[in-house]
């Protein structure tokens, strides 16, 4: 509830950040030599679904939005409280920001520093699905203090996989006809390989599987 312009905490935030923004968030020291080579237009926040997360990206977002920057928050639902769905929801959301600031014309690549490591290693591999089309990913060394960059490696799913895919479609199906359309073998793969979630007495394809499947 203090993640606002004009709250007391939140601007006393802003003042220590701005004040040295490099040591005090590892995130923007990542991206330090972008910044000062004015490379960064645009800068999409990702917060887990906290409060305290909340928190430090708006005052972010306030501080690289004062540097002229475009700047947005998104706050992943279950990110940081639930382990299935807050990684499921985190490669939703990442899919449809870069297919939306990529249609806008955006280079698009990913900071991976900063929030928990696996989360981070899901990330990278978000990254590098191949229709996604992020250039790459980059993050402070740890052990060598600079901001290292790591190629998006092309990775894509098998095409016979990616033809049962499109064969159930974007909206929901019932678990008969879904077993009718790919069988109940390939569907119980899919459901417990994680591309198709289910509710009830029905089925869907997770979106970033259709992302992926489909391009931009």
């Avoid at 004015?38 to 887990?48: I, K, N, P, Q």
């Avoid at 894509?156 to 974007?170: A, P, Q, W, Y």
Wanted: with cysteine; hydrophobic share 45%.
């Amino acid at each position: 509830e203090r993640a606002c312009s004009g709250c007391e905490e939140f601007e006393a935030g802003l003042r220590v950040l701005a004040s040295k923004p490099y040591e005090v968030s590892a995130e923007l020291n990542a991206m330090r030599s972008y910044l000062e080579e004015g490379m960064v237009d645009a800068v999409v926040l990702l917060s887990s679904d906290t409060g305290v997360s909340e928190f430090s990206a708006k005052i972010l977002e306030a501080y690289l939005s004062s540097e002229g920057k475009l700047v947005e928050t998104i706050r992943v639902p279950g990110l940081g409280l639930d382990f299935q769905e807050g990684l499921i929801n985190l490669v939703d959301t990442v899919a449809g920001i870069v297919a939306r600031y990529r249609g806008l014309g955006y280079r698009v690549w990913i900071n991976l520093t900063g929030g928990f490591k696996l989360e981070a290693a899901v990330l990278y591999l978000v990254s590098c699905l191949s229709r996604l089309g992020v250039e790459k990913a980059y993050y402070i060394h740890e052990a060598m203090r600079s901001t290292v960059e790591v190629p998006a490696i092309p990775v894509k799913l098998e095409d016979s996989m990616m033809r049962i895919v499109e064969r159930l479609g974007d909206q929901e199906v019932e678990l008969e006809e879904a077993r009718k359309r790919i069988g109940e073998e390939m569907l119980d793969v899919l459901l417990r390989s994680g591309l198709v979630e289910r509710s009830g007495t029905t089925v869907r394809i997770r979106k970033w599987v259709l992302h992926l499947v489909r391009g931009f």
